[in-house]
């Protein structure tokens, strides 16, 4: 199997609870890629949400998404290199569409600066072996849920 990057140690404690959850679960044998498609349709359908509630559910929806394909790959042995590739690419994509909905107010526009560096960590992560980037998504879903109390 091809070199996939290595996760940040501060990231160690939840991802141990969510390798945990991912044992336990009953997944759908399904190529990941399946999982990545539907984090892009569910981000471009951030941009026609109105409620605030929807908003959320979105962000939420395709951060599980993120979280499934990973599970995913693990459970069946599918990781791989490409994958990992693939899953970065996706994850700046969605970011791209979830905040270009928000881009009129100041928030959206803070994360699509922090959304461009991001993407320049994207790149770092693949050429050194060293998954760095921001949980910019799980930032804007607590963003989203204190707008909309």
Same mark, same amino acid.
């Given at each position: 199997?091809?070199?996939?990057?290595?996760?940040?140690?501060?990231?160690?404690?939840?991802?141990? %609870?969510?390798?945990?959850? $991912?044992?336990?679960?009953?997944?759908?044998?399904?190529?990941? +890629?399946?999982?990545? !498609? !539907?984090?892009?349709? #569910?981000? +471009?359908?951030?941009?026609?949400?109105?409620?605030?509630? /929807?908003?959320?559910?979105? %962000?939420?929806?395709?951060?599980?998404?993120?979280?499934?394909?990973?599970?995913?790959?693990?459970?069946?042995?599918?990781?791989?290199?490409?994958?990992?590739?693939?899953?970065? %690419?996706?994850?700046?994509?969605?970011?791209?569409?979830?905040?270009?909905?928000?881009? $009129?107010?100041?928030?959206?526009?803070?994360? &699509? #600066?922090?959304?461009? /560096?991001?993407?320049? #960590?994207? &790149?770092?992560? %693949?050429?050194?072996?060293?998954?760095?980037?921001?949980?910019?998504?799980?930032?804007?879903?607590?963003?989203?849920?204190?707008?909309? +109390?």
């Amino acid at each position: 199997m091809d070199v996939i990057p290595g996760r940040p140690a501060v990231a160690s404690p939840y991802r141990a %609870v969510l390798a945990a959850l $991912g044992q336990r679960l009953v997944l759908p044998k399904v190529n990941p +890629v399946y999982y990545h !498609l !539907l984090a892009i349709f #569910l981000s +471009v359908l951030f941009l026609y949400a109105q409620e605030s509630w /929807i908003q959320i559910a979105i %962000v939420g929806a395709v951060l599980m998404t993120d979280w499934l394909d990973g599970a995913t790959a693990k459970r069946y042995w599918q990781p791989s290199r490409a994958g990992y590739v693939i899953d970065v %690419v996706t994850d700046r994509a969605s970011e791209g569409f979830l905040f270009a909905g928000a881009s $009129g107010m100041l928030s959206g526009q803070v994360l &699509f #600066l922090l959304w461009l /560096i991001n993407c320049g #960590l994207t &790149f770092y992560s %693949v050429r050194s072996n060293r998954h760095t980037a921001m949980p910019l998504r799980f930032a804007y879903l607590i963003i989203l849920a204190v707008q909309g +109390v």
